[in-house]
């Protein structure tokens, strides 16, 4: 494992003791990780004298969390450029999974990287699958940037024969499942409800269920379509029903967000009772600032309901 980081990167410093816990579990499996900062000699030994916290949650330096693995130093950047710059990668921490043949197997975040080097040991890792995954992700990008680009001028038209283009393409599931979610986005954001995007949505919804966060996310962007568009009172309602199953499961830090959109989603169907209810719901359930923010919506809410 060839992993790329610095002594200034915040996410690499985190990730250190879940390398070395990596080490640990797969010694003697003939797995090596080596970590390769471009930095100087002096800066990287200083650094290791500084404190943290392993992976048990006890203070140690850095020399002691990273005593499990193996550091060093490319000054001249020579190792960074075989890697990093040779893959396009842009971002520290990098880890690169080198196979028992001397082939990249993997890519990716360092603490994203379990399972895979877990199926390299064991030969049951699939490089090619892994490739198309990794060069469709590296496409999907790019064309993203294209069509938000399109979408952002207004031209929806465009943007849409674009993702048609690559729902046609032969590529993995999860870039697919990506297009038509994008596709359905677009069409939401242009004012294009009609029946695909109705069953879209609701369907995600069912999908989501016992994910109140993903939950929480599609009604969201949902009541934000809706104050700009029109036809969407059906999938609100739904919204409405879905995010209040998820009530008595989510974390007690989660119900102000939760009953504020339940109190927005409301509002927005046209149920102002039930709107100040559930803004009731989530003022008592806040605190701090997040309750005074939450109050003055409350108060508005409040006050149109009297006039009604």
């Known amino acids: 494992v060839v992993e790329f980081w610095a002594t200034w990167c915040g996410p690499c410093i985190s990730s250190m003791p879940h390398l070395a816990d990596l080490q640990n579990q797969f010694r003697g499996r003939g797995v090596q990780v080596i970590s390769v900062s471009d930095e100087d000699l002096d800066t990287v030994t200083k650094f290791l004298d500084r404190e943290g916290q392993n992976a048990a949650g006890e203070p140690a330096t850095f020399r002691e969390i990273t005593s499990a693995y193996s550091l060093t130093t490319d000054p001249d950047q020579s190792v960074y450029e075989d890697y990093m710059t040779a893959s396009a990668q842009q971002g520290i921490p990098t880890a690169f999974i080198v196979g028992k043949d001397g082939m990249i197997e993997w890519i990716g ?23 198309k995954l990794y060069n469709a992700e590296r496409e ?14 207004g031209k929806m038209d465009e943007a849409l024969e674009l993702i048609d283009a690559e729902l046609k393409r032969d590529l993995p599931a999860e870039i697919q499942e990506r297009w038509s979610m994008m596709k359905q986005q677009v069409k ?5 409800i009609d029946d695909e995007v109705k069953e879209f949505f609701a369907k995600q919804l069912e999908a989501s269920k016992g994910d109140a966060r993903r939950v929480w996310q599609i009604s969201w962007g949902l009541y934000q379509a809706s104050r700009e568009q029109t036809g969407l009172e059906e999938l609100l309602k739904s919204s409405i029903t879905a995010l209040t199953a998820e009530l008595e499961a989510v974390d007690e830090s989660a119900l102000p967000t939760l009953h504020d959109t339940l109190a927005h989603l409301n509002e927005a169907v046209g149920d102002l009772a039930s709107a100040v209810a559930s803004q ?29």
């Open 109 to 131: 975040h360092p603490m994203e990287m379990d399972s895979p080097l877990e199926a390299v040991v064991d030969g049951s890792w699939d490089r090619a699958g892994f490739a």
């Open 280 to 308: 009731e719901k989530a003022v008592e359930a806040a605190t701090g600032r997040t309750k005074e923010r939450l109050q003055t919506y409350l108060d508005e809410l409040k006050a149109k309901l009297e006039a009604k």
């Open 140 to 153: 999907f990008n790019e064309t993203f940037q294209q069509i938000a680009a399109l979408a952002g001028r």
């Open 188 to 192: 939401l954001s242009a004012g294009m």
